[in-house]
């Protein structure tokens, strides 16, 4: 009987997804919003690239919602598993070969230099904070699993993810000090393609990066430090 | 066309496996694949059809390129998609701590 | 005038740097959120006069309306706004002392950034940024339900984050579908444009998204998770989430049907679904032995109410709706409040533990009963006027569907009072054991009577709300000055 009612209700919701997405045709351009975004993109906001304009400039927002919703997991992560006694016990497990652990002490400067890299280059190729944050928390994922590393100093974190989440704030309200608008884009958006344009763009974006970076590697940490 | 498929087909995947397993790790994972279903629906929306990535190059003329909007939008998505799961993770840590098992069917405290 | 950015952009700050406060002195930590939320009552109550005349636009980065986010406050905006900052003011001050030995900098962190959450759902004017608050103020509830760490708090913390993150992808593919019909993500622009679209095809898009914030505001199938999760929560926590999350998550369901869609024939369906929640939670609270899980079915049941006064879709019906809302929010704060600390004075959850709890600490019985009676819907209280409007609003509807949900919400209400009065009557006029007076301390106490006198004062004089809830329901059942404001 169950499965029945499943089965129908199922094929009422597949109906109805047909219905409403035979209005979306696939591979037409849909919208006006999207066309003024690539058109006027580059005189508005000096990004080339328009995906990181959108982001950050015109829907920025957003993004500060997205830090927030990260900066509350890993709050929430580090309140939950503090209740354990057992944190600061050291792992016994085998320690890596020494191909292991010397190519790991090898990669960590690479991987660390490439997420600069993609960090500071946000705006003009395909990249960004949130991206390079991601790579710097595998670099330290590496050593954790390859070199058997030493716990991870909780205070530096701390003060380095309160700090790029206060900085993104303090730019918006520095936009509405200056400007009368949050987040308006107040410094001068210099040429497009060279390193230092797009006004307030590269600010963020390195204040994104460290924060996301620092968060991910402690939640690597809490959660390595768990004994299940 | 297939990209909607492919998409919704990954969304009730996941919705399946989250209401009918009983190990929660189980029911995690088809979290993490209902949300990849559900990123995958919102980037094939805007698709131009023959466009190119939003990013100008030195040089180029203007070409046709997708809609930026809906890659900023997923962008937003995947981040509150890996907060939830962290979250997920560590009270399923909690949970083992207490109960000794993974199985939802079992942690049953709570009465009507 | 001061731009509404800063009723986000404020908290959000402070509750940044809170970490960085705490690297100089620990103590500092708990008082920030009230000044926060402080703040934000200020400067809400500062705002108000001018939403009457028409909604406040801000737009963020200084671009114009169709592409950008903007924030749009109209009245209904700002009575929120102001209800979640007088209620998480009030909370923030009980939680001074009720989580002094519980509560490090992380849980005044995740506090305030709930309160965020909730003010940035209300005042948004996108769509899509409505989606990105609303996860805020869900992730924030769901690692704040489990933060005692203790069985019960775990259990309904994992079941109620399955549960949230199910509605939270459906939202998002409701928005998709909204975004390749219509091509924008402003509210104003696609309510501008929904009738280019037939009715059929969008019937999808709404039942996403009506599913997926049902979940969070607590509708009838959708609401397994409340009880376990209202109940298991630290009591500060639960006075939050029944009084602000949830009536959050009925503003939001509120802005997509009124203003975006703006479809007629859902709402008889709408007022069942309220009045089945209301029966059902109802009856459920009435089996109840542990105090708090009763309050928590109530607070489905008044979900319930809520939701039956919005599908009236008349002038009163809407505007009782969201008078209950106001009279909900201080009510059901002020319940869970006295119950923290009568639970902690007794050691027990039980409502045969409260024998004698009247002597033993009279004020906050006293309290408690207040709240009781607003709830049930006695005259001096906020709740009579609330419950008024929206019985009104049915009967003059003259249709005989609504008068036979009328009648069901009386007997609704019947069954509220049978067991608000038995729980009134165990604490007042039973015999309990040891018979000292230890009452909660000052900290507690002022707090839960600045709320019992505000539902007295708001059930005397009505008409100190009423102009705004008039001015919301207006607003809510003709959108076009909605679209005008933002458009132009």
Known sequence: MRRIIGIVLLAIVVLGITLSLAEIPFGTPKTHVGDYYVNEGVKETGAVNIVTSVVLNYRGFDTLGEITVLFIATIGLGALLKTHKERKKKRDVTPASLVLSTGCRFLFPLLIVFAIYIIFHGHLSPGGGFQGGAIIASAFLLTYLGCNRARANERRYKLIESSGGLVFVIVGVLGLIFGGYFLLNFLPKGTPFSLFSAGIIPIIYIAIGLKVGSELVSVIDNMVGESV | MIYYIGAFGLVFIGLYIMLTKRNLIKVLIGLNILDTGVNLFLISIGYVGKGTAPIFSRGSEQVLMVDPVPQALVLTAIVIGVAVLALALSLAIMLHKHYGTLNLRKVKEQRW | ?488
């Not at chain 3, 679209?197 to 969070?216: D, K, M, Q």
């Not at chain 3, 975006?260 to 859902?266: A, D, E, K, T």
């Not at chain 3, 079915?297 to 002038?315: P, R």
């Not at chain 3, 005259?379 to 009967?395: E, M, R, V």
Request: proline share 4%; hydrophobic share 55%.
């Open chain 3, 1 to 488: 005038m001061v731009s509404p950015v800063l009723l986000i952009a404020v908290p959000l700050g402070l509750a940044f740097a809170i970490p960085l406060f705490g690297f100089i002195s620990k103590k500092i930590s708990k008082y920030i959120p009230p000044v926060a939320m402080l703040f934000n009552l200020i400067l809400s109550l500062m705002l108000m006069p001018s939403t009457l005349k028409g909604p406040i636009v801000v737009s963020i980065g200084g671009w114009n309306p169709p592409f950008c986010i903007n924030l749009v406050v109209d009245s209904l905006s700002i009575l929120f706004s102001v209800l979640i900052a007088l209620v998480g003011f009030l909370v923030s001050i009980y939680a001074l002392d009720y989580m002094e030995k519980k509560a490090t900098e992380k849980y005044h962190i995740l506090y305030l950034l709930l309160l965020v959450g909730a003010t940035g759902v209300v005042l948004t004017g996108d769509i899509f940024n409505l989606f990105v608050f609303f996860e805020i103020l869900c992730i924030s509830s769901y690692a704040l339900v489990a933060y005692l760490g203790d069985k019960a708090g775990v259990e309904s913390g994992i079941k109620y984050l399955i549960q949230g993150s199910i509605g939270s992808s459906l939202i998002l593919i409701g928005i998709g579908i909204l975004y390749g019909m219509f091509g924008s993500l402003n509210i104003a622009d696609i309510a501008s444009n929904i009738n280019s679209i037939g009715s059929t095809a969008l019937l999808i898009p709404l039942a996403l998204l009506v599913t997926g914030f049902g979940v969070e505001g607590a509708i009838f199938p959708l609401n397994a998770w409340l009880p376990d999760a209202h109940s298991s929560a630290p009591s500060s926590i639960s006075a939050i989430l029944s009084g602000i999350a949830i009536g959050v998550g009925v503003y939001a369901l509120t802005r997509v049907i009124f203003t975006l869609f703006g479809v007629s024939s859902i709402f008889p369906f709408l007022a069942i679904l309220g009045v089945l929640t209301l029966l059902v939670g109802e009856a459920s609270a009435f089996k109840q032995n542990n105090l708090k899980r009763m309050l928590a079915y109530s607070s489905t049941g008044q979900i319930g109410l809520i939701v039956f006064g919005l599908g009236i879709a008349n002038y009163h019906g809407v505007a009782g709706g969201l008078f209950q809302v106001v009279s909900h929010g201080l009510g059901k704060s002020l319940l869970f409040m006295a119950a923290g600390y009568m639970i902690y004075r007794t050691g027990s959850m039980d409502i045969s533990a409260l024998k004698g709890i009247g002597k033993k600490m009279p004020l906050t019985s006293i309290a408690f009963t207040i709240g009781a009676f607003s709830l049930i819907g006695l005259p001096p209280f906020a709740g009579f006027a609330s419950k008024f409007l929206i019985i009104q609003g049915a009967l003059l509807k003259q249709d005989a569907l609504f008068f036979v949900l009328a009648a069901l919400v009386l007997l609704a209400t019947v069954i509220e009072g049978a067991y608000f009065l038995k729980v009134c009557q165990i604490i007042h006029f039973k015999e309990g054991n040891n018979q000292k007076k230890k009452d909660a301390p000052l900290v507690a106490l002022i707090p839960m009577f600045i709320l019992v006198s505000l539902i007295i004062i708001i059930g005397i004089y009505p008409n100190l709300v009423s102009d705004f809830l008039n001015s919301a329901a207006s607003g809510l059942l003709d959108k076009l000055a909605y679209i005008e404001g933002v458009l132009g």
